[in-house]
Nanobody, 123 residues
């Protein structure tokens, strides 16, 4: 069983930046970030393949967020720039155990989930 631990959430003003990190306790396939705002369903934010060659982003964060993995593949980072109040949510790290999937955007592809980290963007 792989454990995922997120860090880096917090409170920031509109236009500010935050960097989220997720450390995995073991080997994983693709890794991704999802978020859930109060009263809304969990939604895809970004994902990156195990090989680091493919990344995908939700249209709402494209050109503002970037995703990266470290060389050992056990940590994934989400750099969030130009944050907006609508980015306020609990952000969850997720990882697959299927090495054939590149960077899935759907929840059911991910087997492992972190506990979440809160991001609040004030206007």
């Amino acid at each position: 069983q792989v454990q995922l631990v997120e860090s880096g959430g917090g409170l920031v003003q509109t236009g500010g930046s935050l960097r989220l990190s997720c450390a995995a306790s073991g080997r994983t396939g693709a890794m991704g970030w999802f978020r859930q705002a109060p009263g809304k369903e969990r939604e895809f934010v970004a994902a990156i393949s195990r090989s680091d060659s493919t990344s995908k982003f939700a249209p709402s964060v494209l050109n503002r967020f970037t995703i990266s993995r470290d060389s050992a593949k056990s940590t994934v980072n989400l750099q969030m720039n130009d944050l907006k109040p609508e980015d306020t949510a609990v952000y969850y790290c997720a990882a697959t155990d299927d090495y054939t999937i590149n960077a899935p955007t759907f929840l059911s592809a991910y087997r492992y989930w972190g506990q979440g980290t809160v991001v609040t963007v004030s206007s």
